[in-house]
């Protein structure tokens, strides 16, 4: 495996690979990485894994500064995990002046981008960058950042990228809770109360899918978190295709939650279908 900083040595070393998968991180990896490098595998091709703290995607006094940069770790995990190159560029090689920025459909604004102004023109820009970088055929992220994955797709499509982008399943620790380098911020007592998240999601998946309203799923979800400690950015039941607020015939909905146990903030969801009688 190959440690690589500059952009033009990861291209001379890309030349000759007639096709190459990308999985972008932001480093301090954990086992659901490792299932993003595991699925980017099984193309045959070289598989890339960029490492880098995106300052654009983070807001004033978010945790930017003090999100854990672990490179040797990450390099470590990365090769025993069969990654070819790992690609880790530091600010002034990713903004090496001032950036052109991609525009996003409203939709940046909503959900997490309502609470995290920027996030996701930063997130998008960035992944624009590394794609024209890599030039990869696959690209694979993680279904926990669910309106990410919808966002990036779109850009994509939007572009017209060549590149297929791979969404694979959340991994959990056993009692449920989303794998998160940002779980690394929990104290004991909030990394007990964290798997709650996921389990309110799933009771509100649960409810959506025995015909209860939305908006009742969504207070009862809220009022939970709320009684045990949480402060809820939003709980909300989109439709899977749009991501916008469903109509009473969609059936195909996702629940999706931001939330902060003290200053961290866990995101995760659940996707449901309905019954056919549901409603
Ligand atoms: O999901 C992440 O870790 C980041 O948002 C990404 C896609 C690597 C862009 O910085």
Wanted: proline fraction near 6%.
């Amino acid at each position: 495996m190959r440690l690589i900083h500059r952009v033009d040595e990861l291209r001379a070393a890309l030349r000759d690979a007639r096709e190459c998968a990308l999985v972008p991180t932001m480093g301090n990896l954990h086992d659901g990485h490792l299932a993003l490098i595991e699925r980017a595998r099984r193309h045959g091709a070289p598989v890339v894994a960029s490492i880098f703290v995106n300052p654009l995607q983070f807001g004033a006094g978010e945790d930017f500064e003090r999100y854990p940069r672990t490179l040797a770790q990450d390099c470590a995990r990365l090769a025993d995990a069969g990654t070819d190159i790992v690609f880790a560029p530091d600010v002034g090689e990713m903004y090496p002046e001032p950036q052109t920025c991609v525009v996003l459909p409203p939709l940046a604004d909503e959900l997490c981008g309502a609470h995290r102004p920027g996030h996701f023109q930063g997130v998008a820009t960035v992944v624009l960058k590394l794609f024209n970088m890599v030039a990869p055929r696959y690209a694979v992220f993680g279904k926990k950042d669910y309106q990410q994955c919808f966002i990036l797709k779109a850009m994509v499509r939007q572009f017209n990228l060549p590149i297929e982008l791979i969404v694979v399943d959340t991994q959990r620790a056993e009692d449920g809770l989303a794998l998160s380098s940002r779980n690394a911020y929990l104290s004991p007592a909030q990394r007990a109360e964290a798997p709650r998240l996921y389990r309110v999601l799933r009771e509100a998946a649960a409810q959506l899918e025995r015909g209860c309203d939305a908006a009742g799923v969504v207070a009862a979800a809220e009022a939970e978190l709320t009684a045990h400690g949480w402060q809820v950015d939003y709980v909300a039941v989109r439709a899977q295709a749009g991501l916008q607020p469903p109509t009473p015939d969609t059936r195909e909905l996702v629940v999706l939650a931001a939330a902060r146990l003290g200053t961290t903030r866990l995101i995760d969801n659940v996707e449901v279908v309905l019954p056919l009688h549901a409603g």
